[in-house]
């Protein structure tokens, strides 16, 4: 984030952001929400020294940054997203950003999004958990890995047989979005798999095209 004017000395200082630094990552990965509710009532804004940007969890900050585009922007050389997908919605600043979001608006309204989809989700929903065993499921990649893939799926209509594909494609982008450390390989992954799901899109939309 651009437009703060603080002391760069600060940034570093542990003391002056103790509990940012008392986080481990797996203790976040493991609960992450007792540590969000300290962070939001104790120390909403942090610096985190190793990845060399800041960390905002008070609501009302994230709000006032979301919507201030005078001073804050979310075109940034640091930005995972913007080096995974290039320039899109979720990178593009004024005009372009304002036309992608014309673009994706109507389609993306909560009531347009129940009448496409409510019915199909019950049912995909219902699908997902009849295939669980008795005992011994794993939830997250048995049933909350695979219904918002499916889901997606439904929305743009993609074939349901590249499901297993999409999910492969999708965890290399959210290992990607992570990935401020810079771990070439992670990159080199996502990178691999962003040009396998833009081949996807392109045979997708000369199908429809051809009618």
Do not use: C
Request: hydrophobic content about 45%.
């Amino acid at each position: 984030m651009s437009g703060w004017a603080i002391d760069p000395g600060l940034r570093t200082s542990a003391s002056r952001y103790p509990l940012v630094h008392q986080i481990g990552e797996q203790a976040l990965a493991d609960d992450p929400y007792p540590i969000y509710l300290r962070l939001q009532q104790e120390e909403p804004i942090s610096w985190i020294a190793p990845l060399n940007m800041w960390w905002v969890v008070g609501y009302r900050d994230v709000a006032e940054i979301l919507n201030d585009t005078e001073h804050f922007t979310t075109s940034s050389p640091n930005s995972t997203i913007q080096d995974t997908f290039g320039l899109q919605m979720l990178s593009a600043e004024g005009d372009i950003h304002a036309r992608y979001k014309r673009a994706a608006m109507p389609a993306f309204q909560p009531a347009a999004l129940r009448r496409a989809l409510e019915a199909d989700i019950i049912v995909w929903t219902d699908d997902l958990i009849s295939r669980l065993p008795d005992r011994g499921a794993d939830i997250r990649k048995s049933f909350a890995a695979l219904l918002p893939i499916r889901t997606m799926i439904g929305l743009f209509g993609l074939p349901l047989q590249n499901l297993p594909d999409i999910r492969r494609w999708y965890d290399d982008f959210e290992a990607a979005l992570a990935n401020f450390a810079g771990d070439q390989a992670v990159r080199r992954a996502a990178q691999a798999s962003k040009l396998e799901f833009h081949g996807l899109l392109a045979q997708v939309i000369a199908e429809v095209r051809a009618g």
